[in-house]
């Protein structure tokens, strides 16, 4: 599924698009998401203008002039592309977005596990209000991860994969972060020393940084706003690499599943 680094290319992506201009049409062609896009959204945020567009964990931002917020969420296999040149909808195209320039923003997800909602209050919001920090910024260090940690039994995978402990940390980059890290998927949050932390939420920002700069990782569906897939597969350590040669010892990658989700590791690196 997209994670941060291609939600963040996502976002990089469409800025440039739809920043300071104004929403001429929406059109919702299949509203049954994860959630059921609002009935009144199509008509309610007309000739409003995009005055900014974030990120905020694997949540897109639309902030309008009227101080509301269209959420989008690219789910298991959703992307936000650009088109100019008013293609044909693709299967798949739920809803699009066109601006008074002419350029469509479509959203298109095969499996209907994203969502487009609005809200009036963006950090209030039930899906955006317990959320922890962002793992590319200073408030996200190692003492945090030991902080949060001290009564933790579960998996330090599953660990760093919540939300609310830190956001956007999916299942391929916690596979790649604790490989570099030296750290076993499998072991006990709480067991894990403060030094490694200091290690891990290095490595947590190094991936990440470097997933984001080429553009995120493509293995199935996803692709960018100019529907160009990432590459940063082409750099994975451990993931979807079983009985391959570690990167470093050569050993084969072991492959698990932790918290229902497929874990890749090396047990000669990762202790």
Sequence with gaps: MPELPEVETTVSGIKPWLENKKIKKINVYNSSLRWKIPEDLP???LNQKITAITRRAKYILLHLESKATIIIHLGMSGSLVINTDNKSLA???HFEMIMEDGTILRYNDPRRFGCVL???EVSEHKLLINLGPEPLTAEFTGKWLKTKAQNKTQAVKNFIMDGKIVVGVGNIYASEALF???INPNKSARKVSQSKYNVLAEMIKIVLSNAIKSGGTT???FVNA???PGYFAQKLKVYARTGEPCTSCGKAITQKTIGQRSTFYCTQCQK
């Design 219 to 221: 293995l199935n569906d």
């Design 180 to 182: 570099l890290a030296g």
């Design 118 to 120: 609005d809200t009036q």
């Design 226 to 228: 100019e529907g160009k």
């Design 91 to 93: 299967k798949h195209d």
């Design 43 to 45: 008509k309610k945020y």
